[in-house]
């Protein structure tokens, strides 16, 4: 018995196999077109062919740390700040399930640079509800220049495939933070057609 979709692509998860049924699975055009419209509004580089040039990070809290080792918020920051300089980026987006609290120590941490969280509005939550509000914090992620991902999280995961559909390096892709002074290799599940 199957008590999720995925795990019938995940028997064969990377091989050639998946990643045909991976590129034929699409995002709503509706929330695809808002995403871009924000990669837009992100991007301050008008030469760039695909995605924008900003940081994208996804911070997987709440119940997520209950049972996987956490990085912290400092630690977190140190390296968003290490990359940031790294790609010589200014502008960072976020994407996460944490607390406003966790959010304003990120903004603070983070001061000298531009740190932006999508904040959906009344008509956003009514229009898109939570799971297109995630989709679209998704494909902010899938077009940025360079992310950070957290360790076995599934978000990250699919943000990752994303990129590596729409053909962005795997060295600007395959990223997690980790408890160490610099960010983390991944595993990587490279695109096999």
Known sequence: MIDRAEA??????????????????????ILVDKGLDLVKSLNTDEKKKIGGNYLAVHLRRGDFLKHRPSVSIEQ????????????????????????????????????????????PTEKDLQDYKDGGISIIDQIVCSYAEFFIGTRESTFSLRI??????????????????????????????????
């Open 160 to 193: 990752q495939e994303e990129r590596e559909i729409l053909g962005f390096d795997s060295s600007t892709t395959f990223n997690c933070f980790c408890n160490d002074q610099k960010i983390c290799e991944t595993n990587k599940w490279l695109l096999k057609i």
């Open 76 to 119: 977190i920051c140190k390296q968003i700040k290490m990359v940031l300089d790294q790609v010589n980026l200014e502008r960072v987006f976020i994407a996460t399930d944490g607390t406003e609290s966790e959010i304003r120590d990120v903004k603070n941490l983070l001061m000298n640079f531009d740190v932006i969280k999508y904040n």
């Open 8 to 29: 019938v692509i995940h028997q064969d998860y990377g091989q050639s196999e998946y990643w045909k049924c991976r590129k034929s699975m699409k995002f709503s055009h």
